[in-house]
């Protein structure tokens, strides 16, 4: 096992005022919409990997990971219910997206239910390879800086924690199989799915404001995709990163990026919680 850095739980519980915009990020439908759609999509998400990781937790023989795992378990388990916080605001601002979220649970319940444990491992390998991306371009872009700060300091700190457990389900997956073919099928269904519920809650959020007239959507669209951001070239890169053989989400450079947000957070005195 490549050495992982200690992965600490903190203390957060985030309080989402009802006076928070609608366009709560630098007053952009299409941007604020981006990060909402997030929040209806990545605490199922996350508690699909920690259902999946959890059931390989007892066959994981490496003393030095089984701490690991735990500790990423339970950021991710934080990250999904702080997210899930601020369904409520979106719901006082009338969107509607219970079925959009019961669709998404409904694949991720599917895989578990007919897919093999490797192969939702690797799902899961690749899912984090993708959100640790995100991360990068959340932090290096500026991207948050005319946030509601409330909202900022949750994306903050969410990225901030994928990066820091990026190396985790990637080493699980390692300690269960070695197999290429399957650490490539599981990057390319979890980029697929995860990218494309994200644009269908995009889609589904700004239909209901009616905003695909407006110039601005379509602009911040195509600088996050393909001209500011550039989100989709940069997943393909990473991708064909991630599709080398020697891979190892350790030889990625986005720690100081994390180190910035991290260090101004204080560890949780019992870090890593139990399971
Ligand atoms: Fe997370
Ligand atoms: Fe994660």
């Avoid at 439908?29 to 259902?51: C, F, G, K, V």
Wanted: net charge positive; aromatic share 10%; with cysteine.
């Amino acid at each position: 096992m490549m050495a992982i850095s200690k992965i600490q739980v903190r203390p957060i519980h985030f309080r989402f005022p009802d006076t928070i915009e609608r366009y709560w990020l630098g007053d952009s439908a299409y941007n604020t919409h981006l990060l909402n759609s997030l929040t209806l999509l990545l605490p199922d998400i996350e508690r699909y990997m920690n259902h999946i990781i959890k059931q390989q937790l007892p066959h994981i023989t490496d003393s030095q990971l089984q701490p690991q795992v735990r500790a990423f378990v339970a950021q991710e388990s934080q990250h999904a219910s702080q997210h899930t916080h601020f369904w409520k605001n979106l719901q006082q601002q009338g969107y509607c997206f219970d079925g959009y979220v019961r669709y998404a649970q409904g694949i991720w319940r599917r895989l578990t239910q007919h897919g093999s444990l490797i192969l939702n491992l690797a799902i899961v390998a690749g899912g984090e390879h993708l959100t640790s991306l995100m991360a990068e371009v959340i932090l290096t872009k500026r991207f948050l800086d005319p946030a509601e700060p409330n909202l900022k300091a949750l994306f903050e700190w969410h990225a901030a924690e994928e990066i820091e457990h990026q190396v985790v389900a990637f080493e699980v997956l390692q300690s269960a199989t070695r197999n290429y073919g399957v650490r490539l099928l599981g990057l390319v269904i979890s980029n697929l799915l995860m990218l494309g519920l994200m644009n269908w809650g995009i889609i589904l959020l700004l239909q209901q404001d009616k905003k695909w007239s407006d110039r601005q959507v379509w602009q911040n669209l195509m600088q996050f995709w393909f001209f500011k951001e550039k989100l989709l070239f940069r997943a393909i890169i990473s991708g064909l990163h991630y599709a080398r053989p020697s891979f190892h989400p350790s030889q990625k450079d986005n720690q100081a990026l994390a180190a910035r947000v991290l260090g101004s957070l204080a560890p949780h005195p019992n870090s890593p919680l139990r399971l």
